[in-house]
């Protein structure tokens, strides 16, 4: 009952915001067999390098979704959403806790938000934490699930996701991080890249490493790795090599293949 009065709150708000015009709602149907050019982030990032006086950045290639290591899909699913292929947009546990926990700290910084309104926020909207972000985010989250397959959403998130500054893209992220293509990925390599979606621009070592470690131990309990590979990865460098990441896409390098979807 309690679940079912929220989603009616959550809707007749909803409505309200469409009504007043809050934001233009974007055809996302054309997603279906399109890949976007760019996003809302990737020009807000441009922007912010052309405040500084300098030459935007974008590095990104997309990869179809076959050609992104399963071992990735996974680790972003037990560490952003793991009931991505249950729900139709929203979680509205996860939700509605974000909007409990902050109405307790009068502030707006849990986010609950899944994969799909992660993408809308992305290609359509921007990070801030207004309120009336939030709900145009589900808006557009509902009008992705309705228009495009879970498929196809999760093929978007993993090519336009922030991997840190002008790195955009699994397949961007896997050759700056670890000089290899994304689809060649471990599960370890997955869940360092993972781990470092919540906080792309500005990661601290300490931070990715209990989260790395984290997201391993999910992997573990749901059987994708073994407890003995589990002991073996905690003990691992957070790039395998003991090295810095190392750069493998020239900087310079343009967002590439957004013509048709195959």
């Given at each position: ?8 709150l ?35 990032r ?7 006086g ?6 990104q ?6 050609r ?29 806790e ?17 994969i ?21 985010e ?43 293509p ?72 343009p967002?590439?293949?957004?013509a048709?979807y195959p």
């Amino acid at each position: 009952m309690k679940r079912l009065l929220f989603k009616s709150l959550l809707i007749s708000v909803l409505a309200g915001i469409a009504l007043y015009g809050y934001v233009s709602w974007p055809d996302v149907t054309v997603l279906k067999r399109k890949n976007p050019a760019t996003t809302a982030l990737m020009d807000l990032r441009d922007g912010e390098y052309r405040k500084k006086g300098q030459k935007p950045v974008r590095r990104q290639i997309w990869a179809p979704y076959d050609r992104i290591s399963d071992n990735l899909k996974k680790a972003i699913l037990v560490s952003e959403d793991a009931a991505f292929f249950g729900h139709r947009g929203i979680d509205y546990f996860e939700l509605k806790e974000a909007i409990k926990k902050d109405w307790e700290k009068k502030e707006f910084k849990r986010g609950g938000s899944t994969i799909t309104m992660q993408l809308a926020r992305n290609l359509y909207l921007s990070p801030s934490k207004n309120p009336l972000r939030k709900l145009a985010e589900i808006v557009i989250a509902w009008q992705l699930e309705h228009a495009l397959s879970k498929r196809r959403i999760f093929e978007l998130y993993l090519n336009v996701i922030e991997w840190g500054p002008g790195i955009y893209g699994a397949e961007a992220a896997s050759r700056h991080y670890f000089a290899k293509p994304a689809s060649q990925l471990s599960p370890i390599e997955a869940a360092t890249l993972a781990a470092i979606l919540p906080n792309p621009r500005n990661p601290r070592e300490k931070g990715l490493i209990y989260r790395r470690n984290l997201i391993l131990a999910r992997l573990a309990s749901v059987g994708h790795i073994s407890d003995d590979d589990l002991e073996l990865a905690r003990k691992r460098p957070l790039f395998g090599r003991g090295e810095e990441p190392r750069d493998s896409v020239p900087a310079s390098e343009p967002v590439v293949d957004s013509a048709l979807y195959p």
